[in-house]
Nanobody
Framework: QLQLVESGGGLVQPGGSLRLSCVASGFALDYYNIGWFRQAPGKEHEGVSCIGSSGDSTNYADSVKGRFTISRDNAKNTVYLQMNSLKPEDTAVYYC??????????????????WGQGTQVTVSS
């Protein structure tokens, strides 16, 4: 069974940090661009960040640039999202998915495979 499993979410105060993990099972991540997405209640889903299959290209939503860092360890079949300086508006369920187009393309936020089950991130004092 091919699936992606997200973890690492939680409750954090504004200004805090979290690191999310996206682990693949049933297939090797090496060949895939991977994206992180999020969806807050009542809002459209948003593409947060994308990383190329070899890790040599990345892309970020303007809302997270300078605060979030995407990385990957293909040996561990895992993609990470380091989130620093968190804000209440970062509160959402975060999902990872394979991205079916190049990360430098504007289309990456709408061209993706199935999401995992998600991990809740809540930023609140």
């Amino acid at each position: 069974q091919l699936q992606l499993v997200e973890s690492g979410g939680g409750l954090v105060q504004p200004g805090g940090s979290l690191r999310l993990s996206c682990v693949a099972s049933g297939f090797a991540l090496d060949y895939y661009n991977i994206g992180w997405f999020r969806q807050a209640p009542g809002k459209e889903h948003e593409g947060v960040s994308c990383i190329g299959s070899s890790g040599d290209s990345t892309n970020y939503a303007d809302s997270v640039k300078g605060r979030f860092t995407i990385s990957r360890d293909n040996a561990k079949n895992t993609v990470y999202l380091q989130m620093n300086s968190l804000k209440p508006e970062d509160t959402a369920v975060y999902y990872c998915a394979t991205v079916l187009t190049a990360c430098f393309s504007r289309r990456w936020t709408g061209d993706y495979g199935p999401w995992g089950q998600g991990t809740q991130v809540t930023v609140s004092s």
